[in-house]
């Protein structure tokens, strides 16, 4: 699916993805480790702001990080969050201010999960941990409503273990510019493959890691079968209008509400992947974030 209209970045990221170039691109490396270090150095600069004083709780866990607003709200769920960053970059400390603001927004705590990285490890050796340890907090949070969350590859992960590991465990799925296609390049690929932050080589990189595990698994998100409709719980999908993985976004929403699931969009056309990790310095991300809070997680009554 084509957007017959080239959106342009907001001015905001307009000037970032100057910078950018300027600097070359932060994660290009000879290793992973110097692409991960590369990665979080950009964010930390351009992206986060020093966490506030704000009163809001931060527990590390073993293989999560919890973070509670400074006043929860009486009917709120527990979001369970699974990031970003292609199964090769990040970790929940480089999301923890954007996790910080989500959790204030939604006045609702939120537990991110760390995964073990490729080229290192399998995909298939990082899920199985993941799903592992996302299964026993669930475990341990029964009778919580529990929602879950994911951005980039994370929303990828995310619909997995919702449809596959723990059908009928949470209420509702969200998923923040997703890769919901590990095969296919769509038109998207080419009109943002260079300076829109999620760089069209890099997408084929992390694809390397990602269609192997999903071939395996027979996961394709773009071809459920009716079982995996049939255990979708309501869904809502965020996608970005200047991003490579903008058109299998909108393309999944489309045959998903064709066969009739329970699908919100919400689409902001003029701002890239990884908008959200921007939060803290960029008011156009800030302002994202808080429209995501109040339309991809409804409230019980709202869903």
């Known amino acids: 699916m084509t957007d017959p209209r080239t959106p342009s970045l907001n001015a905001e ?71 970003g960053g292609g199964m090769v970059y990040y970790s929940t400390a480089v999301f923890r201010p954007f996790l910080r603001t989500l959790a204030e927004d939604l006045r609702a705590p939120v537990e991110a999960f760390d995964y073990l990285k490729a080229p290192e490890h399998t995909a298939e050796e990082s899920v199985r941990e993941l799903a592992a340890h996302v299964a026993e907090r669930c475990r341990e949070l029964a009778g919580r409503r529990l929602v879950l969350a994911g951005d980039s590859v994370g929303g990828l992960l995310a619909l997995y273990l919702g449809l596959r590991v723990l059908p009928g465990v949470f209420s509702r799925v ?65 996608t970005a209008g200047c991003d490579v993985l903008r058109d299998e976004g909108l393309a999944w929403v489309e045959q998903m509400t064709d066969r009739r699931a329970d699908v919100r969009h919400q689409h902001f056309p003029d701002l890239p992947h990884d908008f959200c990790l921007y939060a803290g310095k960029l008011t156009s991300a800030r302002t994202a974030v808080a429209a995501i809070a109040r339309t991809a997680f409804p409230s019980e009554e709202e869903s």
Request: net charge negative; proline share 10%.
């Open 174 to 238: 969200v998923l923040i510019y997703p890769v919901l296609d590990p095969y296919t390049e769509r038109e998207s690929y080419r009109v943002f493959g260079e300076g829109h932050f999620l760089d069209r080589d890099s997408m084929r990189l992390f694809k390397s890691v990602l269609a192997p595990f999903c071939s395996k698994a027979g996961f394709d998100p773009m071809a459920l079968p009716p079982d995996d409709i049939a255990r979708l719980p309501p869904c809502s999908v965020v």
């Open 13 to 83: 990221f307009g000037r970032l993805a100057v910078a950018r170039r300027l600097a070359g691109a932060p994660v290009s490396a000879d290793s992973p480790e110097r692409g991960r270090i590369n990665a979080e150095r950009w964010i930390a600069r351009f992206g986060s702001a020093p966490e506030p004083e704000d009163d809001a709780a931060v527990e590390t866990r073993d293989h999560s990080v919890i973070v509670r607003p400074r006043q929860e709200a009486a009917d709120s769920p527990w979001v369970v969050y699974v990031h």
